[in-house]
């Protein structure tokens, strides 16, 4: 791939459209700053070009309540084709129920669990370099802010969150049709690490 992407830059432009139009109020450009991190890893790893694009377009969908779905992905299928539409649903987190209530965190992420196990290989893709960066981020919050921190961006807790991650390794274990396990090295390295700072933080408390 070369260096430049007018799909990968449109793709960035469409998120700043419709994904920063649900950001927090006063997130600010730190709301943006995760799909860049998580198309920045897709590169890093060598994915090709439609998995980059999908990676940055799932985080619309995923933020995006039910009834506003159709609309964004008939747009999303007309700019960048059924195959881009196709990876970003299949690397959607649930997090809505179909009024557009969020869902409680544990039900969500087991329903999430489910899907991992039988997720296209690009969506998988996505979904880890989603978690490396979340995971990344939230240590160095922590070790700057406090574990007190980690109530204000989430509602699991510290043994969910270790829940989470040993879960979702299990998981990506068991994939063997997919290209890029090296990732799953990544992931494991960097939630050890997260686990590590959670239970050191509350001994501390």
């Given at each position: 791939?070369?260096?430049?992407?007018?799909?990968?830059?449109?793709?960035?432009?469409?998120?700043?459209?419709?994904?920063?139009?649900?950001?927090?109020?006063?997130?600010?450009?730190?709301?943006?700053?995760?799909?860049?991190?998580?198309?920045?890893?897709?590169?890093?790893y060598?994915c090709?070009?439609?998995?980059?694009?999908?990676?940055?377009?799932?985080?619309?969908?995923?933020?995006?309540?039910?009834?506003?779905?159709?609309?964004?992905?008939?747009?999303?299928?007309?700019?960048?084709?059924p195959v881009?539409?196709?990876?970003?649903?299949?690397?959607?987190?649930?997090?809505?129920?179909?009024?557009?209530?969020?869902?409680?965190?544990?039900?969500?992420?087991?329903?999430?669990?489910s899907?991992?196990?039988?997720?296209?290989?690009?969506?998988?893709?996505?979904?880890?370099?989603?978690?490396?960066?979340?995971?990344g981020?939230?240590?160095?919050?922590?070790?700057?802010?406090?574990?007190?921190?980690?109530r204000?961006?989430?509602?699991?807790g510290?043994?969910?969150?270790?829940w989470?991650?040993?879960?979702?390794?299990?998981?990506?274990?068991?994939?063997?049709?997919?290209?890029?396990?090296?990732?799953?090295?990544?992931?494991?390295?960097?939630?050890?690490?997260?686990?590590?700072?959670?239970?050191?933080?509350?001994?501390?408390?």
């Amino acid at each position: 791939m070369h260096g430049y992407s007018d799909r990968i830059n449109h793709a960035f432009a469409f998120a700043a459209k419709y994904y920063a139009a649900v950001a927090p109020l006063g997130s600010g450009m730190d709301y943006m700053a995760h799909p860049a991190n998580v198309a920045l890893i897709l590169a890093r790893y060598g994915c090709d070009q439609i998995t980059i694009v999908g990676g940055i377009l799932h985080h619309v969908l995923e933020e995006a309540v039910p009834d506003k779905h159709p609309v964004l992905e008939r747009k999303i299928a007309d700019k960048f084709g059924p195959v881009a539409l196709a990876i970003a649903r299949d690397a959607l987190e649930p997090k809505f129920d179909r009024r557009g209530g969020e869902r409680p965190w544990q039900a969500r992420k087991q329903e999430y669990l489910s899907l991992l196990a039988i997720a296209e290989p690009r969506a998988l893709d996505i979904c880890v370099a989603d978690e490396i960066h979340a995971c990344g981020s939230t240590t160095t919050a922590l070790r700057r802010l406090g574990v007190e921190y980690l109530r204000t961006v989430s509602r699991a807790g510290s043994d969910q969150t270790i829940w989470w991650y040993r879960s979702m390794l299990e998981i990506l274990t068991t994939r063997s049709d997919w290209p890029q396990r090296e990732m799953m090295t990544e992931l494991r390295l960097m939630s050890a690490d997260l686990v590590r700072s959670l239970r050191q933080r509350e001994e501390d408390l």
